[in-house]
Nanobody
Framework: QVQLVESGGGLVQPGGSLRLSCSAS????????MGWHRQAPGKQREFVAD????????NYVDSVKGRFTISRDNAENTVYLQMNSLLPEDTGVYYC???????????????WGQGTLVTVSS
């Protein structure tokens, strides 16, 4: 089993900032990547950003480029999402996602967190 613990969501005014964090623990041999998706009310879940665990390369959805920064702490199996210049359309539940290999037979796994709510409103 792989567990993900997310934190950092909340209510913020437009133009404000929030920092999300997500820590992975449990039966993990190695991590390939960690990242964030979000789901706005009435919409499908969408990719936001991810980071390669070994090389550190990053990917972002166009709508957050220049405003969001994803980073990692390899030793703590933790990924962060620094969100600046937040807009009302950034509102949604943010889900952490991790994929990698489990110790047993180096089996691939993919796990999702339970989500943390981000509300951008005045």
């Amino acid at each position: 089993q792989v567990q993900l613990v997310e934190s950092g969501g909340g209510l913020v005014q437009p133009g404000g900032s929030l920092r999300l964090s997500c820590s992975a623990s449990g039966s993990i041999l190695s991590i390939n990547s960690m990242g964030w998706h979000r789901q706005a009310p009435g919409k499908q879940r969408e990719f936001v950003a991810d980071i390669n665990w070994s090389g550190g390369s990053t990917n972002y959805v166009d709508s957050v480029k220049g405003r969001f920064t994803i980073s990692r702490d390899n030793a703590e199996n933790t990924v962060y999402l620094q969100m600046n210049s937040l807009l009302p359309e950034d509102t949604g539940v943010y889900y952490c996602k991790v994929n990698g290999l489990r110790p047993l037979q180096s089996r691939y796994f993919e796990s999702w967190g339970q989500g943390t709510l981000v509300t951008v409103s005045s």
